[in-house]
């Protein structure tokens, strides 16, 4: 009954073993993510055009409910720079941001990105995300870091500029540069020039001074709260917001009340489609994290649970006043580096943003939305990797395509078409590929069973028997492709009395491939050829046993290809046993770049 439980409840598995070292670790790692998802959580909160105490309620009772039912020792759920942005690319042509309607719509969406997350993990539907290709998800990131940046540069510059995309952004910025705000933007230079130095050289600095690594780890991680902290006090001190510099005010104190968002169906219709793309979104994200992390202590993570993991940390979210959360990837790899041991370690960050809420958000009356802003840029630009669109142009064309369109669907359209146009793309490109598997004439190689391309390798081709290698699984699109490449094939080999269609990289012959084999073994018998199978793998052959096909098509089907060419062509089998296989590098061996097509 407790193992059973323990399945759909993974916190009473690592509560077993609970000890006084884990909780050590535990808290220590909480009290340095609750000082970086202080920060966070508010800025966030703002670039999702919600009020900055929103982010604040998502960081509390969903890294609870996380802690309950999700499955990796780090991840560090809350809200994160992407999902934000999908929310308010979302409702931001709905309703007034920080509007009451606004708000009521931003917990509607986590209330139905956590029921599309926990009905996936009911149909185990956690396959799903693998359509998100990585060239997909990578351009996706990058393009939106930039769109983040070029979105959040009004907030330095003091000036009221916005846009859908980066064109309308860059068009409004260039108009309204010249009313730029001069001591907001002070504020937000000297923030972005502190928070990047802190990134990239604090540590460093530190180190030189005589800190631990551990030390000077926790004083970098901190950075940020040191920058809303300072800037807060310069507004008070020389009451910079009489001046004109925008600032947060006043941050209501308390714990948020539990509520269900208001039922509204048109608009559930209509927010349906952008809950479904972000919780996959966010489902890629965070357990692609997760797994990461995992992988370095030799631990795992169950997929269909960080579904309930993070179905119900939305819920939680809809429930507490949030906004759609997930899995952060700078926020994980800083609890990971800690030292968290369990999920017990976002429950101990849920208290200390809790206390926060209760005691110390007076604190933030002054916070310049600069500092904020520049916050987020910071930590954005980290997302941004436009040379890995090279690196994958060098290797597939076709991949780089798709992270092409992505990057400038989400720049010059808008997000939600951005990446549905990259995934599109993909599928095409997939299907593209499939439609034309790769499809070798083998030979045997000379003192081996083995057997290889003939446009690659010297080998022995048997003037009888023509083997024929498919390195594709058959299904409808390329069932049609199949039929022709074997009729050029026996069209170019007159002699031939059997055709051996060898098959190690067949996965799958779904009914319209079936049909093409059927057509393919009845008009090699008009020709007066026989069709025979090598090398089927168990399921494949499981499938063609439930059809009639193995008892009409007249043919055998051999373990291997050497068995066929044996039993078929006994005298050339012997013949390429019998010879030597050539010393030093085979002949026509292609290093040619773009001509990986022809395989071995």
Not at 472 to 494: H, K, M, T
Request: with cysteine.
């Amino acid at each position: 009954m407790l193992t059973r439980l323990a399945r759909h409840l993974p916190c009473l598995v690592w509560a077993r073993r609970y000890d006084r070292e884990a909780a050590g670790k535990d808290a220590m790692a909480a009290v340095i993510v609750t000082l970086m998802l202080i920060p966070q959580s508010l800025a966030y909160a703002m670039l999702a055009g919600l009020p900055p105490v929103t982010g604040l309620y998502a960081s509390i009772l969903p890294l609870v409910a996380y802690t309950l039912f999700g499955t990796s020792s780090s991840l560090a759920v809350g809200p994160t720079a992407v999902v934000s942005l999908l929310t308010a690319a979302v409702l931001g042509p709905l309703f007034a941001a920080s509007s009451a309607e606004y708000e009521a719509a931003a917990l509607l969406l986590a209330l139905l990105s956590g029921l599309i997350l926990l009905a996936m993990a009911v149909l185990r539907l956690g396959f799903l995300a693998n359509f998100l290709s990585h060239p997909v998800i990578s351009g996706f990131m990058s393009a939106s870091g930039l769109l983040i940046t070029l979105g959040q540069l009004k907030h330095i510059l003091g000036i009221r500029a916005d846009g859908e995309n980066a064109v309308e952004l860059l068009g409004a910025l260039a108009a309204d540069l010249p009313q730029t705000h001069l001591p907001t933007l002070a504020i937000g230079a000297a923030s972005l020039v502190f928070l990047q130095l802190a990134r990239s050289r604090l540590n460093g600095w530190l180190r030189a001074l005589g800190c631990t690594p551990k030390v000077a780890g926790t004083l970098t991680r901190t950075a940020p709260v040191a920058a809303l902290l300072l800037a807060a006090l310069a507004v008070w001190l020389l009451d910079l917001s009489a001046a004109g510099v925008r600032v947060v005010g006043q941050i209501p104190r308390g714990l948020p009340s539990l509520d269900l968002p208001p039922a509204d169906l048109a608009l559930t219709l209509k927010l349906l489609p952008a809950a479904l793309l972000i919780s996959l979104i966010g489902f890629v994200e965070s357990v692609s994290v997760a797994q990461t992390l995992a992988a370095k202590r030799r631990q795992r993570i169950d997929p269909n649970q960080e579904l309930v993991g993070l179905g119900t940390a939305n819920l939680a979210a809809a429930l507490s006043g949030g906004l759609p959360v997930t899995g952060g990837f700078s926020r994980s790899v800083v609890n990971f580096d800690a030292g968290a041991q369990t999920p017990l370690a976002g429950a101990l960050t849920a208290g200390g943003i809790a206390v926060t809420v209760l005691f110390f958000t007076p604190l933030f009356r002054n916070l310049p939305h600069a500092v904020l802003a520049a916050t987020i840029i910071v930590a954005v630009l980290a997302l941004v990797d436009l040379g890995a669109l090279r690196r994958t142009w060098r290797y597939s064309k076709q991949d780089a395509s798709a992270m092409a369109t992505t990057i400038l669907g989400v720049l010059l359209v808008g997000v939600e078409t951005g990446i549905l146009l990259g995934v599109g793309l993909s599928l095409l490109l997939f299907l593209w590929r499939t439609s034309q598997p790769h499809i070798a004439v083998v030979g045997q190689l000379p003192g081996s069973e083995h057997f290889r391309n003939v446009e690659r390798f010297a080998v022995v081709e048997s003037p009888t028997v023509l083997s024929v290698r498919v390195d594709e699984s058959l299904y409808f699109p390329n069932a049609r492709y199949l039929e022709d490449r074997i009729a050029e094939l026996v069209g170019q080999r007159p002699r031939i009395e059997h055709l051996v269609l060898m098959c190690p990289g067949v996965n799958l012959i779904d009914a319209s491939a079936l049909e093409s084999l059927e057509a393919i073994g009845e008009r090699l018998r008009a020709a007066g050829i026989q069709l025979h199978l090598s090398e089927v793998k168990g399921p494949v052959m499981d499938q063609l046993k439930c059809s009639a096909f193995l008892e009409h098509f007249g043919g055998q089907v051999f373990l291997s290809q050497f068995e066929a060419l044996a039993t078929l062509d006994p005298q050339t089998t012997r013949q390429a046993i019998g010879l030597r296989r050539p010393a030093g590098p085979l002949p026509r061996q292609s290093a040619v770049p773009g001509e990986s097509g022809k395989r071995g």
